[in-house]
């Protein structure tokens, strides 16, 4: 089972969501360009520069949204230019929903 | 008429064609008896067919059992990781016959420039079974489980966009949408992009929709055939015409500006010589199909007569009215028996959009190879019908070809292919 799976399982609501995590979803949703090292240093990479255009990103959150149970507005996905300031948005909604749960 | 006769007047043709005729430089093909030109060549030669039940989808509870599905298809193995989450199946196999042309043609970015190079596809209903998943998926689980690559992959002008992305081809580009006439269209559109002074242009249609959506779509049509024997399923021009078999898949041709492939040194299949299309008259007002008026317009176009061509390929819908209707547009051009004919697409089905440029590709080859492939499983010509029809590979110099296509609602296209002048 992956980690993606064993956290929606566990709906851990209100732990934080790292970048392997994220990078995962991303390769499973939107896949990974040629040439691009997506387990290297890329939290502070935009992510045009690895690959994803803002329907690739908007396909990964929308994702997101359905296994966290969260809702990210498009205008915060469409500010998220690199994978930490994503994370940020994401682990916020996160930490919300795990206050109200 | 006598083969000397034929020989003499194929070597007329190609001097015949006009120098700035626009030419082919590289194919390629993803059919339902071959994937890659070659493979679909080889396979057309020895009348192979690719009609069975289809593999995607469980046709058997439908009135029409059969389809031509390409063979072997991972689609993995050719489309790079990133496109695949938001591509259609049609426009894998669209992505996969394009990167073969290109490859074959050997032109660089280089060569092209930024804005040289354009794409213009056929198309006709656009990415049917990715739509019919994310349908599904809005109606069962709501809007939230819709993939953001719906708003564009089920659009009809999805494959010249993501073909033009992938390869850097930003000059003009574009869609046509006539059904199948389409695969014939959008080469004479690539002609005037060309004129207008693009250096190349990928073209063609690869197209197709088997999924139930698109199969209970196109029952409705009334031109599917419901024979459940695929030696029996789609027989143009037979006695026993039953309608046709649906397929997928396609060939994309680079079309090129003859100067500049001549300043590349580029090898050439033949030249694209002639192109036209008319419309039927209204429903109704009794006018005459507008066929044989495509034909003789593209002969024109090319500088040609009836007497250069050497083989028609003709659009075989297989309903016997509309065979009826080809049958006499081309016996009135060239005769009765007047000139072989022959309706490869027996061993694919129809390919909707992609089914024009697949007959282009195996024109182009006929005048490669000295070779005309086949009609398979049509045993006994109607009434009426007087064609030569080639039912076994028949070789024989093939200077021109005619190539015919219509499209359900009135649309006719014809082109003429040539040895390079």
Redesign the interface.
Known sequence: MTATAVRHKNNLKGTEMELKELTGLL?E??????GVDLDGDVIDTPFAEL?YDS??V??TT?HI??EYGITLSDDTVAEAETPRMLLGFINESLTAAGRAA | MTSDLRVRETTAAAEEVRPTAPVVTGIGVTAPNGLGTEAWWRATLAGVSGIRPPARFDASGYPAKLAGEVPGFDAAEHIPSRLLPSTDHMTRLALTAAAEALDDCGATPDDLGDFGAGVVTAASAGGFEFGQRELQALWSKGGQYVSAYQSYAWFYAVNSGQISIRHGLRGPSGVVVTEQAGGLDAVGQARRQLRKGSRLIVTGGVDGALCPWGWTAQLTGGRMSTVDDPARAYLPFDAAASGHVPGEGGALLTLEDPAFARERGARVYGAFAGYAATFDPAPGTGGEPGLRRAAELALADAGLTAHHIDVVFADAAGVPELDRQEAEAITGLFGARGVPVTAPKTMTGRLAAGGGSLDLAAALLSVRDGVIPPTVHVDRLADGIALDLVREAREHPVGAALVLARGHGGFNAAAVVTAAA
Do not use: P, T
């Open positions: 390769r949703c939107a896949g990974v360009d040629e690959g329907l690739a908007l396909q929308g949204e359905r």
